[in-house]
């Protein structure tokens, strides 16, 4: 008895703080850097439970190759979903910044692809680093990178 009280206590101490914090949590910051399309749409199913069901803040940073989603001229790989439909993750970008998602491109994104912010989807902009870390140090929002 005296063991399984003591580990009620420990997890109790663990799991009450990271509860009560979650509950106090704007939202998340998605950092995408990964060509692999079932990789981004993970990213992109995630965040949409996170603005959709949670109603909670998503922040999307494209960096690298995943930065390909935010390009006009893209297209993306389409992957079958569970039900047997298909997608692909820059329509699920497209999706998430219609309900409200934030999307930026690393700054060093375009001039390493050559070109410019008009190539850019509507809505999608260049990060500003001080911005983004910022978001990435605040305590009320998780952090995840795919």
């Known amino acids: 008895m005296r063991l399984f009280t003591k580990s009620a206590l420990i997890v109790a101490a663990i799991a009450v703080p990271n509860f009560l914090c979650s509950a106090e949590l704007k939202g998340l910051n998605v950092l995408m850097t990964s060509a692999d399309t079932q990789t981004q749409m993970m990213g992109m199913v995630l965040g949409g439970s996170i603005i959709n069901d949670q109603k909670k803040v998503l922040n999307i940073t494209l960096c690298g190759p995943a930065g390909n989603l935010a390009l006009k001229d893209f297209s993306a790989e389409t ?3 569970p039900d047997g439909t298909t997608t692909n993750p820059k ?17 060093l994104f375009l001039p390493n692809v050559g070109k410019d912010a008009s190539a850019l989807i509507e809505g999608i902009n260049v990060a500003k680093p001080p911005m983004v870390a910022a978001s990435l140090t605040n305590p009320e929002y998780n952090n995840i990178s795919f």
């Open 79 to 81: 992957i079958k979903k």
């Open 91 to 107: 329509a699920a970008l497209q999706g998430l910044m219609k309900a409200g998602a934030s999307v930026t491109v690393c700054p």
